[in-house]
């Protein structure tokens, strides 16, 4: 089992740029490939972006270019660079160790969340 943890979430303008993290206790991260995942207000969770074992990358359309998926397997944790944030952007963020991939690299996500960190992105 996996525990996972985000942070660094905020308040900042359009334009703006933000990062956020996710630590997993219980496993390590190496061991997974991992999603991040946003729900914004009155929406359902959507895929945003997946980081593979061998480090490779994948984001959906809408992050494409303005978002950067990294991570630390020293310090067991994942990052979003969010540059470029638009209000669309505003949402609770959550990190997931995935069940698969799908389509080349969209996250299947597994069972295991956090309790997500919020981006909100003023106009």
């Known amino acids: 089992q996996v525990q996972v943890a985000e942070s660094g979430g905020g308040l900042v303008q359009a334009g703006g740029s933000l990062r956020i993290s996710c630590t997993a206790s219980g496993r390590t991260f190496s061991d997974y490939d991992i999603g991040w995942f946003r729900q914004a207000p009155g929406k359902g969770r959507e895929f945003v972006a997946t980081i593979r074992r061998s480090g490779s990358t994948y984001y959906t359309d809408a992050v494409k270019g303005r978002f950067t998926v990294s991570k630390d397997n020293a310090k067991n944790s994942v990052y979003l660079q969010m540059d470029s944030l638009k209000p669309e952007d505003t949402a609770i963020y959550y990190c997931?160790?995935?069940?698969?991939?799908?389509?080349?690299?969209?996250?299947?996500?597994?069972?295991?969340w956090g309790q997500g960190t919020q981006v909100t992105v003023s106009s």
């Open positions: 997931n160790p995935l069940r698969g991939v799908i389509g080349g690299g969209r996250g299947v996500p597994g069972d295991y």
